[in-house]
């Protein structure tokens, strides 16, 4: 039978030990790693979801001022994208903040894992007068 020999200066290779801590460092730097993409995903969601409701508050402003000024009304409607509902409501203000102007403000409301989330549009129009 030959002797085990003893590892020689220079000799390649690893202990179990070695192979652990090194098992345990990379346990560690994934689970950390994994958390930060789990909320950065989380994150864009919440922001792909702002920017569709943004867009949504937009589009309803504009229907709106598309509006003669005498017939510019407000109401409430929802619209779905994707798999969310957003509720839509639109106020339109006579004599606010002066006179012959309106106030049409358009909130869009959604909700989400984290609970719920609104955008709201503003804007003032008066009367053009056409000679």
Known sequence: MKKMQRR????????????????????????????FLVQQIRRT?????HTVAYAVAEEHLEAVRAARYNDMVGGS?????????FDIDTTVEANVPAANLKRVTVNVGWTEPGGRRDVEVQTIYTSVRRF
């Open 8 to 35: 020689k200066l220079g000799q390649q290779g690893m202990s179990l030990l070695e192979t652990l801590v090194a098992l345990g460092l990379f346990a560690i730097t994934t689970a950390t790693t994994s958390d």
């Open 45 to 49: 969601s919440h922001n792909n979801l």
């Open 77 to 85: 409607s929802q619209i779905e994208k994707g798999s969310v509902v």
